[in-house]
């Protein structure tokens, strides 16, 4: 299993996602599924999770520039 981690802002809410997006200008990068949320040691206040990378999932390289606006400076957005 690929294990990974990112730091959000809400653990509460992340816990809800089924999935997480990682964008670059734009478009959807990689995608991975959570399967543990945690409280960050490194960084009061914020969560990270492990998971695994979804290799074949449907959202890579697809825009969400309907979702976030350019120049948003918050990284986190929630959709659901």
Do not use: C
């Amino acid at each position: 299993a690929y294990e990974h981690y990112h730091e959000l802002f809400d653990g509460y809410k992340a816990r809800k996602a089924d999935y997480v997006l990682a964008t670059y200008r734009g478009v959807v990068r990689a995608v991975f599924k959570p399967s543990e949320w945690y409280r960050s040691v490194k960084s009061p206040g914020r969560w990270e999770f492990n998971g695994e990378e979804v290799e074949n999932s449907p959202y890579l390289n697809k825009s969400v520039t309907n979702f976030i606006k350019p120049g948003n400076q918050n990284p986190i957005k929630y959709i659901y």
